[in-house]
Nanobody
Framework: QVQLVESGGGLVQAGGSLRLSCEVS????????MGWYRQAPGKQRELVAT???????NYADFVRGRFTISRDYAKNTVYLQMSSLQPVDTGVFYC???????????????WGQGTQVTVSS
């Protein structure tokens, strides 16, 4: 069974940095786009960044220049390096991946369990 396991969240002061990781495990045939969403308290989940199978990256305007998404294709792992963090960045970060597993011919979107990032002022 496919699982996405996240790590790297925590508490950081404003201006600090954190690095999130998300590793895919289980029976995987192919992984296409991977990325991260954020859900701030009381708000809807919003897209932060994506990276496709050839390294093409997209960022939300509110993180461009501060966050960097990267990927280890051999390990099926996606990273989010976050710098210049501000209190407004506080929220639960969820990774996702479009995966073709051993049970289906098409890609399905899988989600991580979420990791809390708290930025104090």
């Amino acid at each position: 069974q496919v699982q996405l396991v996240e790590s790297g969240g925590g508490l950081v002061q404003a201006g600090g940095s954190l690095r999130l990781s998300c590793e895919v495990s289980g029976s995987v045939i192919d992984v296409a786009t991977m990325g991260w969403y954020r859900q701030a308290p009381g708000k809807q989940r919003e897209l932060v960044a994506t990276i496709d199978r050839v390294g093409g990256r997209n960022y939300a305007d509110f993180v461009r220049g501060r966050f960097t998404i990267s990927r280890d294709y051999a390990k099926n792992t996606v990273y989010l390096q976050m710098s210049s963090l501000q209190p407004v960045d506080t929220g639960v970060f969820y990774c996702f991946a479009q995966i073709q597993d051993g049970r289906r011919r098409t890609h399905q979107q899988f989600w991580g369990q979420g990791t809390q990032v708290t930025v104090s002022s």
